[in-house]
């Protein structure tokens, strides 16, 4: 009969480490928390100096690290530096043990979790966590680590919806959600559901974008003004990008209403924020807090960009005429043009941008700036002759030209046809899995819901805006008239603010006519 001897393995399967190798096994240690507050700072200091005295402590260990991360999320792992760095030492062979606190500390991801457990494993490192005392070597340690991994990723996924859930109680109940520290004009109020606070010196920057802008400034004029004047921009930059202009501008806030929800984050680690286009509910209040616009001027600023998106050009405006006249010749606008520019005659004209271009055959005259200036005084003194039937032609315009009840009819009539589509849908589906249409049936009839849906989308949106068009038209013609009261029937000296607010646009003829067409609908013509 044969005898067997078992010879004993002289190296780990796993660490690949000879047996009774008196080399120290290399040790190191994770701690995350998620939030900067203090008590989690505390917890961050706290986890970095137990595992130090821990692993230091035992003699068959060595040192290599306790990594770090602080402040971050433990859903991903693509922003944790610390927990990278540690994996890659990992994969260099620098480490042979990872300690941790606990499944969630490490990832709370499960796909992360197994995926990463399982490469480092084939290295020959383990990792172990404390709190469920998983040892990723133990036979049962990936069973056990799938499981709470998955909890983990669970709850959170529950705190998120938790923590939604909470922000929008506080939208209805009126609270707002601002990053004070960089929002100009506004400080943090004492009381939360006040919310604002008026900053006067910031707010002076904030109403002269507004003044500047409605009085035809562009906004990259108001960019070049703002630096000029060593302004800097609410995350204290000196060089102001245009779209913190148009952001300021179209701010609500500023007007003392709150409008919460109005985009969302698409994409969490790029932090990329889409407008909300109806996708979440939105909660608006009014006069909330102290205003640093007043709504008058708010209203006319979104009426202007408004006026300037219809344009159809960029918008380059460095003074109240620009992209205001038109030439009757070739459609073109007048422009700015300095005259004589090195002699003791220099002086500024206005004339056509097409004036000398190629194949362009432009035959209106060029105006001094005093000759435009002197047209509009003639013409708003026919306008205002008789300001009393002006008044009431301007809201007699309101009613014609802004009643929406034809659009908010139909509108209601193609909701509810969008409801019914999807009770269609939903009953097909339910056929489906009873097996009571056959595939082909539910393809055609599929098809034809989603692309009747569709078409109903679409009327909505158009519906939608001429609902939004005719509205801002009213608002238009409200503040026309009220401002209208205020005006003298009579202009001795030429006012930019007057002309502004009167003026749509004015188109130069070819016998040097202008005729000014005011934002009532007027059209008065002078020579």
Known sequence: MSKVIVIPSKVNPLTKAPIDSLKKRRVAAYARVSTEMDEQTNSYEAQVDYYTKYITANPEWELVKVYTDKGISGTSTKNRDGFNEMIDDARAGKIDLVITKSVSRFARNTLDTISITRELKDK????????????????????????????????????????????????????????????????????????????????ETVRLIYKEFNKGKSINYICKLLEELNIPTPHGKKKWPQSTIMSILRNEKYKGATLTQKGYVKNFLEHKVVKNNGELEQYYQENHHECIITPDDWDATQIEIERRKKLGVIFSGKNEFSSKFICECCGGYYGRKLWHSTDKYRYFIYQCNNKFKNNVKCCTPSFKEEELQSLFLKSYSKFMGNKKQLIIDSEELITLLSDTSKEETRMAELKQKADDLVVLVDNLIESAKMKEVDADEYTRKHESYVKEYDALTEEMKTIELEIKRKTLLKREIQLFIKDLNKRPNELLVYDEDTFCFFIDNATIHIDGSVTFSYRNGSKITVK
Do not use: C, P
């Not at 998955?150 to 009126?174: H, L």
């Not at 601002?178 to 606070?197: M, N, P």
């Open 124 to 203: 020959g490192v383990e990792i172990y966590f404390e709190e469920q005392n998983i040892y990723t070597f133990d036979n049962n340690g990936e069973l056990m680590l799938t499981i709470l991994a998955s909890i983990a990723q669970e709850e959170s996924r529950n705190i998120s919806e938790n923590v939604k859930w909470g922000k929008r109680k506080r939208m209805r109940d009126g609270y707002s959600f601002v990053a004070f520290s960089t929002f100009l004009g506004y400080d943090r109020h004492e009381d939360d559901l006040i919310g604002f606070k008026v900053n006067e010196k910031e707010a």
